[in-house]
């Protein structure tokens, strides 16, 4: 930790010299490594719905399994609740009254796939790792991802989409057609995971419902490689949640493993993205914007544009909710 800290701290004296990218601006809260566990397990998810889904990676991580399996297994978790509005088929519909899901999984070694605008499959997740193993590419999407899906062994729901609850709410919605994204609201919250299992291998996984009441065809973050999600076997790992424009147009999840090969902790890189979201794209006022990231040390950490965003910690000896820190206040 300590070489990495100097590194750092190298880093910013160059920044001077125009000799450095973006250095880090001091924060109003100190930074918090975090402990150093590394080579033992260590999952970390998004939101309170991570509680959940870190127990299903768990499962896999404390038997000395595979960070990839374990990440795939655990937002899988949150994807089969269908009282999520955010994630799976218990989502939000676009304003067309279809939901369509989003989701991506990336290893270690920056194998990666990713789905996008898909319709009517429970585990977006499961395909997106099928993607990455099975064909040449990373993304596939809308009707053409459900058709190489179905001919890959996954099946339709055999459930009614939007469920109940959630046609009623669109039905409510379509009287005034309002599109807002609010802050801390269960339109677009996701669930991104980190996980790093007992030998040192690290993985990820991002799966949404997307934007409530989005344009049809609308593709937010949560599928892209490097903006939702992004791994490095050698430096960390990073992924998001909130509004995923800001994080598309920053390609924020990769710059925040770039901070932390810089030697930023994981906490100061996703400082240094926040930051520099709110110097680029004013427009995200009013609009909750979070990374998480964890390295290869075991150090973890998140940040958000508004206070409310807290991730969900599993280790062998922790099991609760972190508050993030944040750069401004939401009443």
């Known amino acids: 930790r300590s070489m990495s800290r100097r590194r750092f701290l190298?880093?910013?004296?160059?920044?001077?010299?125009?000799?450095?990218?973006n250095p880090l601006k001091s924060a109003?809260?100190?930074f918090n490594l975090g402990p150093s566990i590394k080579d033992n397990p260590l999952v970390i998810s998004t939101w309170i719905h991570g509680m959940e889904a870190n127990q299903g990676a768990w499962s896999i991580l404390e038997s000395g399994g595979d960070s990839l399996d374990a990440v795939q297994k655990g937002v899988a978790v949150t994807e089969n609740d269908l009282n999520n509005r955010s994630v799976g088929l218990g989502g939000r519909p676009d304003r067309d009254g279809h939901v369509t899901l989003d989701a991506c999984i990336m290893d270690h070694d920056s194998r990666c796939g990713s789905v996008a605008f898909l319709e009517d499959i429970i585990h977006p997740i499961d395909v997106a790792r099928a993607v990455m193993e099975k064909t040449p590419h990373v993304m596939l999407v809308g009707e053409g991802a459900q058709k190489w899906a179905l001919e890959n062994g996954f099946s339709k729901?055999?459930?009614d989409v939007p469920v109940p609850p959630v046609q009623?709410?669109?039905e409510e919605w379509l009287i005034k057609s309002e599109y807002k994204t609010g802050v801390n609201v269960e339109n677009h919250d996701t669930i991104g995971m980190l996980a790093l299992d007992a030998s040192g291998r690290m993985a990820g996984a991002c799966t949404t419902s997307g934007m409530a009441y989005k344009i049809r065809g609308r593709v937010g973050d949560s599928p892209i490689i490097g903006a939702g999600l992004f791994m490095d076997g050698d430096v960390g790992?990073?992924?998001?949640?909130?509004?995923?424009?800001?994080?598309?147009?920053?390609?924020?999840?990769?710059?925040?493993?770039?901070?932390?090969?810089?030697?930023?902790?994981?906490e100061e890189a996703c400082y240094d993205i926040v930051q520099r979201i709110l110097k680029k794209h004013p427009g995200v006022?009013?609009?909750?914007?979070?990374?998480?990231?964890m390295n290869m040390q075991g150090e973890y950490g998140g940040y958000s544009v508004y206070n409310g965003f807290n991730y969900a910690l599993r280790t062998k000896d922790r099991n609760e909710m972190v508050d993030a820190k944040y750069m401004?206040?939401?009443e």
């Open 237 to 266: 790992g990073a992924t998001a949640t909130g509004v995923g424009e800001a994080m598309i147009r920053t390609a924020g999840c990769a710059s925040v493993v770039e901070s932390m090969r810089r030697g930023a902790s994981p």
């Open 328 to 330: 401004r206040t939401w």
């Open 28 to 30: 109003a809260q100190p």
């Open 285 to 293: 006022n009013g609009m909750q914007v979070g990374f998480l990231a």
């Open 10 to 21: 190298k880093n910013l004296s160059l920044a001077g010299a125009g000799l450095a990218i």
């Open 157 to 159: 729901a055999t459930f």
């Open 168 to 170: 009623k709410d669109y």
